[in-house]
């Protein structure tokens, strides 16, 4: 008598409990990754679209280089005024976390050497679009584009005239 073979059972590893959560959260880390990667991309492509259409040199009112003094207000701002003119310009309003960590650091640069804060740093925009803070008297630099398009801008709107002279007040 010819017996049929049995039928083998085939087992399937199951994916469930801690594996399955594993694999899910690593794809939904995966998507979230990929999102803010696009998003940053497009705001830095906006950015240095943006910087491209100031660093002309033909667009009116717009500068490729300033002076500014800032100083500490007496209501937590910061208060900026044009190095050359004396003009009082928008302050830097709220938290300013960027701001004050950029004009600590080549403040503290001026303090080591002996130098004081009367002087003027220049604010310049580059031939690449990059947005720089700098110290003539120390030569630091900050670039201030490699530390986001947000951050830049910030400091971006003391080359547009169109803000000169505008000051918001509380």
Same mark, same amino acid.
Do not use: C
């Given at each position: 008598?010819?017996?049929?073979?049995?039928?083998?059972?085939?087992?399937?590893?199951?994916? *469930?409990? &801690?594996?399955?959560?594993?694999?899910?959260?690593?794809?939904?880390?995966?998507?979230?990754?990929?999102? &803010?990667?696009? /998003? *940053?991309?497009?705001?830095?492509?906006?950015?240095?679209?943006?910087?491209?259409?100031?660093?002309?040199? !033909?667009?009116?009112?717009?500068?490729?280089?300033?002076?500014? =003094?800032?100083?500490?207000?007496?209501?937590?701002?910061?208060?900026?005024?044009?190095?050359?003119?004396?003009?009082?310009?928008?302050?830097? !309003?709220? !938290?300013?976390?960027?701001?004050?960590? =950029?004009?600590?650091?080549?403040?503290?640069?001026?303090?080591?050497?002996?130098?004081?804060?009367?002087?003027?740093?220049?604010?310049?925009?580059?031939?690449?679009?990059?947005?720089?803070?700098?110290?003539?008297?120390?030569?630091?630099?900050?670039?201030?584009?490699?530390?986001?398009?947000?951050?830049?801008?910030?400091?971006? =709107?003391?080359?547009?005239?169109? /803000?000169?002279?505008?000051?918001?007040?509380?």
């Amino acid at each position: 008598m010819n017996e049929l073979p049995s039928p083998r059972l085939v087992s399937r590893p199951r994916l *469930e409990g &801690w594996p399955l959560a594993s694999i899910a959260s690593l794809l939904l880390a995966s998507l979230v990754l990929a999102g &803010w990667s696009a /998003h *940053e991309k497009r705001q830095l492509a906006q950015a240095l679209g943006t910087a491209a259409g100031l660093a002309s040199s !033909e667009t009116p009112g717009v500068h490729r280089s300033r002076q500014l =003094v800032f100083r500490d207000a007496a209501d937590t701002s910061i208060s900026v005024v044009d190095g050359q003119t004396g003009q009082p310009l928008q302050s830097i !309003e709220g !938290e300013a976390g960027f701001a004050r960590s =950029v004009l600590r650091s080549l403040a503290r640069a001026r303090l080591k050497q002996g130098l004081g804060p009367e002087q003027a740093f220049e604010l310049r925009r580059t031939e690449a679009g990059g947005l720089v803070l700098s110290d003539p008297l120390t030569g630091h630099e900050v670039d201030l584009t490699a530390l986001g398009p947000t951050n830049a801008a910030v400091f971006a =709107v003391y080359l547009k005239e169109a /803000h000169w002279g505008t000051r918001r007040e509380k």
